[in-house]
DNA sequence: TTATATTTTCAATATTTATTGAAAATATAA
DNA sequence: TTATATTTTCAATAAATATTGAAAATATAA
C-alpha cells in the first residue's frame, strides 16, 4: 500500500467512524485529511482532494474550527487561509469528549432532574422513579470522570489506564 | 410534574441522545418507553403509546432484542408477545459498549493495521505514519480498558471509578 | 384440519440531513 | 479608491435514513 492508498483509506474509515459517532461524515473526513497531511491546506485543496463543493469544504472547516480540532494558519504572501488538524492524539480526545458531554450528557442531567420531581405512588411510580435514580447515578459519575479526564493531562490518564487494567 | 409527562419527557429525551449516538431514534424511545414500564408490553401498546406502525414497532423491538437490552416475555393465556427492557443500569452499558466496540472500533483497528504498514519515505510519509501510529496506541489502549470492563462487574467498575477520582 | 390472531417483510413514501453553488459579504492588493 | 480573490450564507436540491402499511408468513386455538 502507498501512502495515496493509505490517506484514501483512512480519510473513508475516518469518515464512517464519524457517521456511528452522529458526525457529519464529511466533517470527520476534512479532520482525517488535514489530520494526515504534512502541510497545510487551503479550502480550494480540500475541496479537491475531498471532490465537494465550496460551501461544504467551509462550513465544515468552520464547525472543525469550532471544536478546536482545526486551526487557521495564514501563510505570508498568500492570500487564501490554510488548515492544520490539531494533532495531539490526547488534545483531540478530550475536546470530542469535551463537546459531546455538553451537547448530550449536560442535557439529559436537566433533564433526569425535573424528572426525578414527579409525584405520585404505584407501582409504575416506584419503577419510573428506581430507573431515573439509576441514570442519573450513573450519569453524575460519568460527569465527574469526564471532568476530571478533560482537565488531565496525558501522563495521568496513562498512568491511571494502566492501574485500572490490574 | 406527574408520571405521564415524566415518561414522556424521558422517552423524548432518551430519543435525541440515540440520535446523537447514531442510533434510531426510534429504537432508542422504545427501549426508554419499556425501561420506566412496571409491566411487559406488547408490540401493539408499543405502537399505541408511541404511535408509530406496525411496521416500524416490529423492527426497532427486535433490533433492541438483538442488543439484549429487550426480552421477550410470555405470558401465559394471551397470545401476543410481550417485551420487558433489561432494567439493570450496568448491564444496559456494556451490551451497549459491546455493541458499539464491534462495530466501531473493532472495524478502525483493523485498518489501522492496513494502512499502517505503508511504503515510502518523505515528510508525507513521515507525518501519516506518526498520526496512524498515535490512533493505534490509543484504540489498544482503548480496547484494553473496554474489553475489561464489558467482563466486569459493577463493584469492580466502582471501586475503578472512585480511585480514578483521587 | 380451518379460522383467526399475530408477526414479519419490504417496496413505496415521507422525513431528515447533507450538499451544492450562485449571490452577497468580506478581505486584500494595487 | 477600484478590481479581484476569497469566504460566507442560505435557498434549492440531492442523498441518506426512517416509517408506513399491505401482503405474506407464521403461530395459535378450536
Redesign the interface.
Same mark, same amino acid.
Given at each position: 500500500?502507498?501512502?495515496e492508498?493509505?490517506?484514501q483509506?483512512?480519510i473513508q474509515?475516518w469518515g464512517?467512524?464519524g457517521?456511528?459517532?452522529?458526525v457529519n461524515r464529511t466533517m470527520a473526513q476534512v479532520h482525517a485529511l488535514l489530520?494526515?497531511?504534512?502541510?497545510p491546506l487551503s479550502a480550494k485543496d480540500i475541496m479537491d482532494q475531498l471532490k465537494i463543493s465550496i460551501g461544504n469544504a467551509n462550513m465544515n472547516i468552520r464547525a472543525l474550527i469550532d471544536w478546536g480540532l482545526v486551526y487557521k494558519k495564514i501563510i505570508p504572501g498568500e492570500r487564501k487561509d490554510y488548515f492544520i488538524a490539531e494533532?495531539d492524539?490526547w488534545d483531540i480526545?478530550k475536546k470530542i469528549i469535551a463537546q459531546?458531554k455538553k451537547?448530550?450528557l449536560d442535557?439529559?442531567k436537566k433533564?433526569l432532574t425535573?424528572?426525578s !420531581?414527579? !409525584?405520585?405512588e404505584g407501582?409504575?411510580?416506584?419503577?419510573?422513579k428506581?430507573?431515573?435514580q439509576?441514570?442519573q447515578?450513573?450519569s453524575n459519575?460519568a460527569d465527574?470522570?469526564l471532568e476530571?479526564l478533560i482537565r488531565s493531562d496525558e501522563s495521568w490518564f496513562?498512568s491511571?489506564?494502566i492501574?485500572?487494567?490490574k
Open positions: 500500500m502507498n501512502i492508498e493509505g490517506k483509506t483512512f474509515a464512517t467512524l457517521s456511528d459517532w452522529g489530520l494526515v497531511s504534512a502541510k494533532k492524539m480526545i459531546r451537547k448530550e442535557p439529559m433533564v425535573q424528572i !420531581e414527579i !409525584e405520585g407501582e409504575e411510580v416506584e419503577t419510573f428506581s430507573v431515573v439509576d441514570i447515578s450513573f459519575k465527574n470522570a476530571k496513562l491511571t489506564l492501574k485500572l487494567m
